[in-house]
T-cell receptor, first 112, second 115 residues
C-alpha cells in the first residue's frame, strides 16, 4: 500500500538557519505530493504541493521538488523564523482516489 | 469566504457512549473527507462522502459511520466508544474541478476525549 516516511523530530534550529525536512514515499502510479503545516491547537494548512515529476512547489519561502527517481519530496527553507515553529506533514494522493496518505509528522522548533 | 468549519471544538465522552461530529465544507466544495489524528501521529483517513454516499473508506471498523446532507455538510458518528478513539478528528473538503479537485482544505478539528 501507499506510505510516506518523514524524518523524525523534533528538529531544533536557530533563527535564520537553513531547514531541510526529508520525505520519501511509496506508491503506485504518479501521486500528487503535499506538505501541510499544523500550528499548536489548530488543524492542517496546505503549505505547498506538486502534481508531477520535477515540479517545484513553493510558498512563504518554503519549497519542495517532486523527485520521482528518488521518490522524494524534501521540504526546504533558506532562513527559518520563530513563527515557523510547527509540525510539518508530508502527504500523497494517488490520482485514482482522493484520500490523502500522511507521514508521521516532523516537529520544528525555531529558537530566537 | 468561510473555510471548513467543525463542531464542537472539544468533547468528552465515556466508554460505550456514542458521539456525532459535524462539518461544513468550504464554499464551492462538494466532497467531504474525515481523518483521525491520534496524539503525536499523522492523520489517518476514515472515509469520504460525495453526492451523499460513502465513496471511499479507510481501515476503520463499522463503529465509524457517516452521512452527507444535500447542502454537502457531513456528520461522523462513532458508536461504542473506546479509550483508543480519543483523538483529533479532522474534516477536509474538496471539489470537482481544477484546484478544487486536487487540494483538500482542513477544518480546525474536534478533539474527542474518551474516559
Amino acid at each position: 500500500g501507499d506510505s510516506v516516511t518523514q524524518m523524525e523530530g523534533p528538529v531544533t534550529l536557530s533563527e535564520e538557519a537553513f531547514l531541510t525536512i526529508n520525505c520519501t514515499y511509496t506508491a503506485t502510479g504518479y501521486p500528487s505530493l503535499f506538505w501541510y503545516v499544523q500550528y499548536p491547537g489548530e488543524g492542517l494548512q496546505l503549505l505547498l504541493k506538486a502534481t508531477k515529476a520535477d515540479d517545484k512547489g513553493s510558498n512563504k519561502g518554503f519549497e519542495a521538488t517532486y523527485r520521482k527517481e528518488t521518490t522524494s519530496f524534501h521540504l526546504e527553507k533558506g532562513s527559518v523564523q520563530v513563527s515557523d515553529s510547527a509540525v510539518y506533514f508530508c502527504a500523497l494522493r494517488r490520482n485514482a482516489g482522493n484520500m490523502l496518505t500522511f507521514g508521521g509528522g516532523t516537529r520544528l522548533m525555531v529558537k530566537p | 469566504d468561510a473555510g471548513v468549519t467543525q463542531s464542537p471544538t472539544h468533547l468528552i465522552k465515556t466508554r460505550g457512549q456514542q458521539v456525532t461530529l459535524r462539518c461544513s465544507p468550504k464554499s464551492g466544495h462538494d466532497t467531504v473527507s474525515w481523518y483521525q489524528q491520534a496524539l503525536g501521529q499523522g492523520p489517518q483517513f476514515i472515509f469520504q462522502y460525495y453526492e451523499e454516499e460513502e465513496r471511499q473508506r479507510g481501515n476503520f471498523p463499522d463503529r465509524f459511520s457517516g452521512h452527507q446532507f444535500p447542502n454537502y455538510s457531513s456528520e461522523l458518528n462513532v458508536n461504542a466508544l473506546l479509550l483508543g478513539d480519543s483523538a483529533l478528528y479532522l474534516c477536509a473538503s474538496s471539489g470537482l474541478a481544477g484546484d478544487n479537485q486536487e487540494t483538500q482544505y482542513f477544518g480546525p478539528g474536534t478533539r474527542l476525549l474518551v474516559l
